[in-house]
């Protein structure tokens, strides 16, 4: 007949089975934060492209196979470029890293990734035009979708990085950029390298400011080893705005730009508007028809060789100031007022810059005027002040 096991035995195995438990809790509880905080700033997974397809999914420049691209999925007429590749006489660059793919007729890249539903989310990706002068993208993120133009060339070396945004509606973001365009040639088609995403939080309006965002602070992505910024697209409305609180009225896009690559008024972020009357940003804000009000702001240079005379023109509901700039170039700014009285419940508060502009070091690359640091406040004793 068997013993029963004795008392040091069970409590030997009830230990190990605890110790077991423990170490099994520990890993799941793990497992769970890795699931929890998995978003981060940033780039998608491989999403430098740098982690490329096997040459058994490879015939030339081509990729064969749906999922040849590590952790992408891929459709129609894709091409994996590596950085110094010709085209003809035209030599490929990449801006970062070593390798893009190039989008060809009706061809896509696809990425799924987890997401926190009802959040704000933008995109920043670089493109570059190759061989089709009327080239675009379209992006989608399922059930918000934009078409980007890419006619106009903002950066002389060809890259321009690009920002979308999107509401997240369900737990995973399918992200999709898709090349809509039908050429002669099927390689024809953009270039498209370092897709990243970041979370926004849009601020609100204040007692200190009845603008929202007005510092710019809350934006897009920034690569941090390029030095061209963020264009915001044309006609980009400001409840999917990836600059929250503001729409872009134009056909042009306007620059984000951040202190690390440029000379900004305050703080780290700032809009260049690099397309004259053509690239203007605009925000409604809740006034009280009669109340006098103050809008203020600041112009300056990014440092980056926009030389001359510059204007930025503001606007007030039916109020306008001319903001006249002198910029050498090399950073700095002055400060500017625009005092109305509201004559609506909701004021468009609207900026534009009066003249295009050139990079004096680079005829080829648009520039303009920085806005930074608006504020609107309402005047308590507007006699006082006059």
Not at 187 to 212: E, H, Q, V
Not at 271 to 279: C, D, F, I
Not at 343 to 370: A, E, H, Q
Request: charged share 20%; glycine share 8%; hydrophobic share 40%.
């Amino acid at each position: 007949m068997c013993s029963a096991p004795s008392l040091s035995y069970q409590k030997s195995h009830r230990s190990s089975f605890t110790m077991r438990g423990l170490a099994f809790l520990s890993v799941l509880l793990c497992a769970t934060c890795r699931l929890a905080f998995s978003f981060t700033d940033g780039l998608l997974s491989n999403g430098n492209f740098e982690l490329a397809p096997k040459q058994s999914d490879m015939n030339g420049t081509v990729v064969i196979g749906r999922h040849a691209i590590p952790y992408w999925e891929i459709s129609g007429f894709v091409e994996y470029i590596k950085s110094g590749q010709k085209q003809g006489d035209m030599l490929l660059v990449v801006p970062e890293g070593a390798f893009a793919v190039r989008l060809g007729n009706e061809a896509s890249i696809k990425q799924r990734m987890k997401v926190i539903k009802g959040l704000y989310y933008s995109l920043t990706f670089s493109a570059a035009r190759t061989c089709a002068q009327e080239e675009r993208l379209n992006i989608s993120v399922a059930p918000d979708s934009g078409v980007l133009p890419m006619q106009t060339l903002y950066s002389s070396n060809g890259w321009d990085s690009y920002a979308w945004a999107f509401q997240a509606e369900v737990d995973v973001a399918e992200i999709v950029i898709h090349n809509p365009g039908v050429e002669e040639d099927p390689a024809c088609g953009p270039l498209i390298d370092s897709i990243a995403i970041k979370a926004l939080y849009p601020p609100r309006a204040t007692n200190k400011n009845l603008l929202k965002n007005g510092g710019f602070e809350e934006g897009p992505y920034v690569f941090p080893n390029t030095s061209w910024g963020v264009l915001i697209p044309p006609n980009i409305e400001d409840d999917h705005s990836p600059l929250p609180g503001w729409m872009v009225e134009s056909l042009k896009a306007v620059k984000y730009i951040d202190s690390d690559h440029f000379s900004v008024p305050e703080s780290k972020r700032a809009v260049e508007l690099v397309a004259g009357k053509e690239s203007a940003i605009a925000q409604v804000a809740r006034t009280i028809p009669g109340k006098t009000y103050i809008l203020s702001f600041a112009v300056g240079d990014a440092s980056n060789a926009c030389e001359g005379s510059m204007i930025i023109e503001a606007f007030a509901g039916k109020d306008t100031v001319k903001v006249p700039y002198e910029s050498k170039g090399k950073g700095g700014f002055k400060r500017a007022v625009l005092k109305f009285v509201a004559v609506s419940p909701r004021t468009r508060v609207m900026f534009l810059s009066t003249f295009y502009t050139m990079r004096s070091d680079d005829f080829s690359s648009l520039c303009g005027p920085v806005l930074d640091d608006v504020k609107l406040l309402s005047v308590r004793n507007p006699r006082r002040r006059m």
